[in-house]
């Protein structure tokens, strides 16, 4: 991945970008070969013929990714990166010669509407100019294009200290042209230190700190700097299960990560990321509490429809390609729990809030008074019947608790005696009727047989404590039936225990592992998270990137990439082990006598 804070491309380890949405995380991709083929928009550069292998890695803690390819010619460098601070996204790609004359090979074509929309494309003083309806891309290079059917390609070599270099500036066609179509070199390296500088405030300094720190700047990368809205991911429809029907959009920011994602973010240093996520959250969630959703856009528009876009064979063939998202419209009970910790969460960390704030919140606990006996969609968005969640049931006391504490701890007004009461009978009904006495276990829901990785959260939030025989056998029962290759799957899978309306069958999911690294850490099972967490960082691509799922079958990552709920996980994990202040004991100490 590259990215400007605002949007981001992923290049292949062979030279291709094969994804780029342009000017924002969620509009259409320009390249969209990622879901199809080149035909669908994709720009290559690597060199010509066979026996070609390459290496890749970000220049120290920065997003700039350098790919070297060797050759039996010799050997070339290709830095990508896109530039931060412009007024529109801007990649720069330069190819630089190592050792011997390398001949280059370079394929470009632009597709609007991913992948729907042949540009009309002409030379113009400033570069090769792609215009379709309101989009348009400007294409400055050190070499000349020439037109190959509805591409436009490019032969040049490389000697030694040589350089080719090319940039790409998206901008809207109705708009002025770029009045610089290249800028000077130095941007490159000065994007580059604003990188470092982000870096340095990461203050974790245990083991893997490399990748921890690498997970905390693919955050700031998923985050849109404008509003400060987190994405979960930079893409659309990559299959949860190789050639399946999950295929979800996830360039949207959901709710339901905000503390998590708080406590990463500040126990990483990043306290100005963190309060502008908080920001965009009080925006976005602004308004009646029964209109709240569970996810909304980069920047906190509530429509998100759902469509197919059926010119797309998907990726690896995975069917269909989705963009937009249903789940906008669900119930889901436990997001209301997250929204009011989260709000409790930052004024503990010192962020002031104003009257409105309370109100809000306020207004929330009240909904989920009135609401947390309903059923809902959960944590994993089913889109089959309703159900009666433990883990929503347990945010659902969540909300209460915090709200509880906000009055009792700041002072604030509200119906604490209610609240107490409403609190203390959530409890009581989610140990009474989520909890099997026969096997030890929490469940997924009221009444099911199906286990539900989820339930692991119970005492990270302060619901019970981690040496509560009732979590200590939860924690077996997840051992015994939820590991697929020693990974946490989400929930049990079978034909007649899958509660998601789906077909069954899934990889095993990053962030549920993660939280089974933090129960063994909290439950003082040192070496077993140890080493699940060595096995999970081990998991990450050559650049230490994490998609949501890793099929264990096919000893490969699977789902959208790269997913802000997995880097959150590793690095909230990385903190509970070896930092002094741990972010699941400053979530649940909280609630220790509770």
Avoid at 261 to 281: H, I, K, P, Q
Avoid at 479 to 496: A, C, I, K, N
Avoid at 502 to 531: H, I, K, N, T
């Amino acid at each position: 991945m590259i990215g400007d804070r605002r949007t981001a491309a992923l290049v292949s380890s062979g030279g291709s970008i094969d994804w780029f949405c342009a000017p924002r995380f969620d509009a259409p991709a320009c390249f969209a070969a990622l879901l199809g083929d080149e035909s669908n928009g994709a720009w290559s550069i690597a060199p010509a013929g066979d026996g070609v292998t390459s290496t890749r890695a970000y220049r120290d803690s920065t997003l700039v990714l350098e790919t070297t390819f060797s050759t039996p010619d010799g050997s070339v460098r290709l830095t990508d990166c896109m530039l931060l601070d412009t007024p529109t996204p801007r990649i720069r790609r330069v190819v630089e010669g190592i050792t011997g004359t390398v001949a280059m090979s370079l394929d470009y074509a632009v597709r609007f509407d991913y992948g729907s929309i042949v540009p009309w494309v002409r030379r113009t003083d400033d570069g090769l100019l792609a215009v379709a309806g309101p989009d348009a891309l400007l294409l400055s290079s050190d070499v000349e294009l020439e037109p190959s059917g509805m591409r436009h390609v490019a032969a040049f070599s490389v000697a030694p200290g040589e350089r080719v270099a090319f940039e790409l500036t998206y901008y809207y066609s109705f708009e002025a042209s770029p009045e610089h179509p290249r800028l000077p070199d130095a941007l490159t390296d000065e994007t580059a230190e604003k990188w470092r500088a982000w870096a340095a405030q990461c203050d974790y300094d245990g083991p893997c700190r490399d990748v921890v720190r690498r997970s905390l700047l693919t955050l700031l990368a998923l985050t849109y700097l404008p509003t400060g809205g987190i994405i979960a991911a930079v893409t659309t429809s990559l299959p949860e299960r190789l050639g399946g029907t999950r295929n979800w959009d996830y360039r949207y920011c959901w709710l339901r990560d905000a503390t998590l994602t708080l406590y990463a973010l500040l126990s990483g240093g990043f306290v100005e990321s963190a309060n502008a996520w908080r920001e965009w959250l009080l925006r976005a969630v602004a308004g009646s509490p029964d209109d709240l959703q569970i996810v909304y856009s980069v920047r906190g528009a509530r429509r998100l429809p759902e469509i197919e876009l059926p010119w797309l064979a998907g990726y690896e063939g995975a069917l269909p390609v989705r963009i937009g998202n249903d789940a906008r419209g669900q119930f889901q009970l436990d997001v209301y729990g997250e929204v009011v910790d989260f709000m409790y969460t930052s004024q503990r960390f010192g962020v002031k809030h104003s009257p409105d704030d309370w109100a809000l919140i306020a207004a929330i606990v009240d909904l989920v008074v009135r609401r947390w006996r309903e059923p809902d969609r959960g944590l994993w968005e089913i889109r089959g019947e309703p159900l009666h969640f433990t883990h929503s049931k347990t945010m659902a006391w969540v909300a209460l608790d915090r709200g509880v504490r906000a009055i009792e701890e700041f002072g604030l007004d509200g119906p604490l005696e209610e609240w107490r009461a409403t609190r203390e009978e959530i409890h009581a009904d989610v140990c009474a009727r989520g909890y099997d006495p026969e096997r030890g276990t929490f469940t997924q829901s009221y009444g099911s047989s199906a286990l539900d990785a989820s339930t692991l959260l119970m005492p990270s939030v302060g619901f019970l404590p981690y040496d509560d025989e009732r979590i200590t056998g939860t924690v077996a029962a997840i051992e015994r039936d939820l590991l697929s290759g020693g990974f946490v799957q989400r929930y049990t899978q079978g034909p007649d225990e899958t509660a998601d309306g789906l077909p069954p069958g899934e990889g095993a999911f990053l962030a549920c592992s993660f939280w089974l690294v933090d129960s063994y850490a909290m439950m003082g099972r040192r070496a077993e998270a140890e080493a699940l967490f060595g096995r999970l960082v081990a998991l990450c691509n050559d650049v230490g990137l994490l998609a949501e799922e890793y099929d264990t079958g096919a000893l490969r990552q699977v789902g959208n990439f790269p997913q802000a709920f997995s880097h959150v996980g590793l690095i909230n994990s990385g903190f509970n082990l070896w930092h002094t202040s741990r972010p699941v004991e400053r979530r649940a100490i909280v609630n220790a006598e509770a």
